[in-house]
């Protein structure tokens, strides 16, 4: 029985880290948008790192990826970013200050 716990934990381990090197890349900013108004899209590069670590500007933390979720560990504004089927962006819809936003990251 202990030996199949470990076989699970390691397999999970695994397929955590799979999605972390196939999320792993530079995106920059394509896509800003304000309520219903585009904006200039201002936000610095996400990076992230295939050890499971991002940076945008002076943010830096951890990232997880669940299915299609995309998780930053230190991000106040943004929840949590959804990649599109093909992986190459990701879509971060939020509120701030009552007004719905939305940034998209397109894979470099």
Known sequence: MR?????LCALSFQARAA???KAAGHYR???????????????PPLVLKEDG???MSTE???????????????SKIRGP?????????????????????SVIYLRQ
Do not use: H
Not at 32 to 41: I, L
Not at 60 to 67: H, I
């Open 19 to 21: 999605e972390k090197s």
């Open 81 to 101: 970013g959804k990649f599109n089927k093909d992986g190459n962006q990701i879509v971060f819809e939020y509120k701030y200050k009552g007004v719905q936003q």
């Open 3 to 7: 030996i199949l716990a470990l076989l």
């Open 53 to 55: 670590t991002y940076s």
């Open 29 to 43: 900013c394509w896509s800003f948008n304000v309520g219903t108004r585009a904006g200039r899209c201002t936000s």
């Open 60 to 74: 830096k933390g951890t990232y997880k990826v669940k299915g299609s979720q995309l998780v930053l560990s230190a």
